[in-house]
Structures are given as C-alpha cells and as structure tokens.
C-alpha cells in the first residue's frame, strides 16, 4: 500500500518559515491536499492540488510537489498557525493519509 | 450554510454494535463524496472509506475492509458508519467529510463523534 512520510515535528520563530515535507513514491504524479488541525478541532484544508488555497485561507500558506516530495510552506508564521498537519493522496481507488507534523512557533 | 452534522458522542462495550451518522445541508447531498476518517487518541489521520450517496458507490481501506459498513440514505441526506461487534480499539474520534471527486480534497468536514469502547 502507498505510504506518506512527513517529520514528526516542525519547529518555527515568529515571522519565519517553515516548511514541512510529505514523502511519496513519484509524489508528484499525484494531487496532494494538505489539512490543519488544531487540538480539538476537525481538520480544515489548507491547500488542495498540491499548490491551491481555498477561499480564506491566508497566502502565508503555499504548497508544492515535485518528484518524491510535497511541500507544504508557512510563511510569516503566526501564533495561530501552531497545529498538527497532514498531507492527504489517492491512490489506487484509496485515500492515504502522510503521518503528520506537529508545527510549533516559538 | 454548507455543512455536516455529526452524531453524538457515544460509550459502548466490547461485542456491541454502534451506527454513526453524517448528515449534510447546503447542499446536493448527492453529488458529493462521503468519506469517513479515523484518528485514534494522540495519533493521526487514517482514511477508512468513502460512499458516493448518489448510486451507494462504496470503497474501502484495506485496512477497514469487513471491519466497518458504511451506507447513506440519500432521501434524509445522511451517511453512516456502522460496526457489528466493537473492540476496544475502535476507541477513537471519527469524522466524516465531502469530497466533490475522487482524488479531489475533502473541503467540509464534520465536527467529529467520539467512540468510546470500555468493559
């Protein structure tokens, strides 16, 4: 089965950038969707088709996929953006979820 | 609004079947995915399955398959999850979500209903 591959966590100062990776076999001959959940929250998408944000979503956020790797990218980190993330694939008539990343700002 | 409403909370024991339900609003409730997601306490993410409620189009996770049955009443605008005999590893927070295509990301999500599976 297809399997994603994201850091355990992600470490960022305010008003910095952080990146966090999702890993795939030839990732980027697939649609990658990223979520942010917040603890005790359900998850809210941040970015669909690899480098799309939905409406209300803030630019901050951008993504890319490329290769065996997708990148999702906080830029200007805030506060509020502290959170679990996850990538999200389809492969095989199967959704799959990567691992995810806790992102904390310091 | 565009929305799904989730049930309730529930506390079950080992060997108990349970039926969760999803239903939608704002709307064509037939013309969107239903997938349900799994995240066990402190973990992450797992998909478990998917209902087209349309034509009760059904896929499964590997994982999942003939653990869970998931079903949809079009006419009320309402999927379900549903198991037969629960272990306490179905303890967990389980959400469902709409998705326009397969392949295309799941843009509304539900609030969530925790399973609780304890003797």
């Known amino acids: 089965s297809y399997e994603l591959t994201q850091p355990l966590s992600v470490s960022v100062a305010l008003g910095q950038t952080a990146r966090i990776t999702c890993g795939g076999n030839n990732i980027g001959s697939k649609n990658v969707h990223w979520y942010q959940q917040k603890p005790g929250q359900a998850p809210v998408l941040v970015i669909y088709r690899d480098s799309n944000r939905p409406s209300g979503i803030p630019e901050r956020f951008s993504g890319s996929n490329s290769g065996n790797t997708a990148t999702l990218t906080i830029s200007r980190a805030q506060a509020g953006d502290e959170a679990d993330y996850s990538c999200?694939?389809?492969?095989?008539?199967?959704?799959?979820f990567g691992t995810g990343t806790k992102v904390t700002v310091l | 609004e565009v929305q799904l409403v989730q049930s309730g909370a529930e506390v079950k024991k080992p060997g108990e079947s349970l039926k969760i339900s999803c239903k939608g609003s704002?709307?064509?409730?037939?013309?969107?995915?239903i997938d349900w997601v799994r995240q066990m306490p402190g973990k992450g993410l797992e998909w478990m399955g998917i209902?087209?409620?349309?034509?009760?189009?059904?896929r499964y996770s590997p994982s999942f398959q003939g653990q869970v049955s998931i079903s949809a009443d079009k006419s009320i605008s309402t999927a379900y999850l549903q198991w037969s005999s629960l272990k306490a590893s179905d303890t967990a927070m389980y959400y469902c979500?709409?998705?326009?295509?397969?392949?295309?990301?799941?843009?509304?999500w539900g609030q969530g209903t925790m399973v609780t599976v304890s003797s």
């Open positions: 704002g709307y064509r409730f037939t013309s969107y995915w």
């Open positions: 209902i087209y409620p349309g034509d009760s189009d059904t």
């Open positions: 979500a709409r998705r326009e295509t397969l392949g295309g990301p799941s843009d509304i």
């Open positions: 999200q694939v389809w492969d095989s008539s199967t959704g799959v």
